[in-house]
């Protein structure tokens, strides 16, 4: 498997070869800085374009806020947030471009002596050559981007967001079914990608199989990717690898999906007690995340992607606020009651 990291490697190794993790346990790795070349991977939605191929593409970027270089450009260099990427709007470029080069210079000279990360101009404004002369020289990266301002920072802030976010790899397969996502786990062999491929065939989709990249946004939410290296296929046994989008269309698949429910996937265990009656909420903790998990035992003739369709609509039940449970439960008192005071 692969992480993010330019060694492609994943836990346990990375903490060891790769040094732009900050942290790594038996869950977690966290990256605590993305090169600037990473935003060229993305160029497309960030709509950006290099203008100084000779740049220092292997600065670091830390800070998920970016920094209007309004005040810095007037001379006022205090608490200067260079580490954040300098964004130049519509009014940082009219100001860059109405000085005149003798008088511009000075600050200039002031503002690239900082180690600036890089440095975007929106709404396709191409900057001074004086500034440009200065970039290249210092080998700051300069960006175009077609975006207008407010646009490029969200975009750029959500790219930085997910980059920089929390995220685990796990064994497991994970699907849209009835618009809830749901991460299938169990030991191998247990029916994990057989179940999958049921559930697409009813007309939901496939996020990933065997390994789900998982990403913790807002420390709150959590969203499953689809692995680069295995991307949409499904390994069934006597069938062999089957491509999920080649074979029932772009439809049956998706990129991500946020992560509602856990369902663990266990062999039929005659002298294991399962929940029968559904009253008590179980969660799991992923990534600082509790999310609901419930277990279904497996054994021949119980039809499992029914079960799980029943489980995602009865979520979405419970997220409104119906428990067919706990109404069954107090009806059944209430008659008790009822039977014992007559």
């Given at each position: 498997?692969?992480?993010?990291?330019?060694?492609?490697?994943?836990?346990?190794?990375?903490?060891?070869?790769?040094?732009?993790?900050?942290?790594?346990?038996?869950?977690?790795?966290?990256?605590?800085?993305?090169?600037?070349?990473?935003?060229?991977?993305?160029?497309?939605?960030?709509?950006?374009?290099?203008?100084?191929?000779?740049?220092?593409?292997?600065?670091?970027?830390?800070?998920?806020?970016?920094?209007?270089?309004?005040?810095?450009?007037?001379?006022?260099?205090?608490?200067?947030?260079?580490?954040?990427?300098?964004?130049?709007?519509?009014?940082?470029?009219?100001?860059?471009?109405?000085?005149?080069?003798?008088?511009?210079?000075?600050?200039?000279?002031?503002?690239?002596?900082?180690?600036?990360?890089?440095?975007?101009?929106?709404?396709?404004?191409?900057?001074?050559?004086?500034?440009?002369?200065?970039?290249?020289?210092?080998?700051?990266?300069?960006?175009?981007?077609?975006?207008?301002?407010?646009?490029?920072?969200?975009?750029?802030?959500?790219?930085?967001?997910?980059?920089?976010?929390?995220?685990t790899l796990l064994h497991g397969t994970l699907v849209e079914v009835s618009g809830v996502g749901i991460l299938i786990q169990g030991k191998s062999g247990v029916g994990k990608s057989e179940t999958a491929?049921?559930?697409?065939?009813?007309?939901?989709?496939?996020?990933?199989?065997?390994?789900?990249?998982?990403?913790?946004?807002?420390?709150?939410?959590?969203?499953?990717?689809?692995?680069?290296?295995?991307?949409?296929?499904?390994?069934?046994?006597?069938?062999?690898?089957?491509?999920?989008?080649?074979?029932?269309?772009?439809?049956?698949?998706?990129?991500?999906?946020?992560?509602?429910?856990?369902i663990h996937l266990e062999d039929w265990d005659d002298k294991k007690e399962y929940d029968r009656l559904g009253l008590e909420d179980h969660t799991e903790e992923i990534l600082g995340v509790e999310i609901?998990?419930?277990?279904?035992?497996?054994?021949?003739?119980?039809?499992?992607?029914?079960?799980?369709?029943?489980?995602?609509?009865?979520?979405?039940?419970?997220?409104?606020?119906?428990?067919?449970?706990?109404?069954?439960?107090?009806?059944?008192?209430?008659?008790?009651?009822?039977?014992?005071?007559?």
């Amino acid at each position: 498997m692969s992480c993010v990291c330019e060694r492609r490697v994943w836990p346990p190794e990375c903490h060891v070869s790769c040094p732009g993790w900050r942290y790594h346990d038996q869950e977690a790795c966290y990256l605590k800085s993305v090169k600037v070349r990473e935003l060229l991977k993305d160029a497309d939605r960030l709509r950006l374009k290099l203008i100084n191929e000779d740049a220092d593409l292997d600065r670091e970027l830390r800070e998920i806020d970016v920094n209007r270089p309004g005040l810095a450009l007037n001379g006022f260099f205090e608490h200067f947030a260079h580490d954040r990427v300098q964004v130049f709007g519509q009014g940082e470029h009219a100001f860059v471009s109405s000085i005149l080069p003798e008088k511009l210079q000075e600050p200039l000279e002031r503002y690239f002596n900082y180690p600036i990360t890089g440095i975007v101009f929106t709404h396709s404004n191409f900057p001074p050559d004086l500034f440009l002369e200065y970039a290249r020289r210092n080998r700051t990266p300069v960006f175009i981007s077609e975006h207008r301002t407010s646009k490029f920072i969200n975009v750029f802030t959500d790219f930085l967001d997910a980059a920089l976010a929390p995220q685990t790899l796990l064994h497991g397969t994970l699907v849209e079914v009835s618009g809830v996502g749901i991460l299938i786990q169990g030991k191998s062999g247990v029916g994990k990608s057989e179940t999958a491929l049921e559930l697409v065939q009813r007309g939901h989709s496939l996020v990933a199989d065997d390994a789900v990249r998982i990403i913790c946004r807002d420390g709150s939410r959590l969203y499953g990717y689809v692995s680069q290296t295995i991307e949409h296929h499904l390994e069934i046994r006597g069938l062999g690898i089957i491509s999920i989008s080649d074979l029932f269309g772009a439809g049956a698949v998706r990129m991500n999906k946020r992560i509602d429910l856990i369902i663990h996937l266990e062999d039929w265990d005659d002298k294991k007690e399962y929940d029968r009656l559904g009253l008590e909420d179980h969660t799991e903790e992923i990534l600082g995340v509790e999310i609901a998990v419930m277990t279904i035992p497996v054994r021949p003739g119980r039809n499992v992607p029914v079960l799980i369709e029943t489980a995602a609509k009865n979520f979405n039940l419970k997220s409104r606020g119906h428990n067919a449970a706990r109404k069954f439960q107090e009806r059944l008192s209430r008659m008790i009651r009822e039977a014992a005071e007559s």
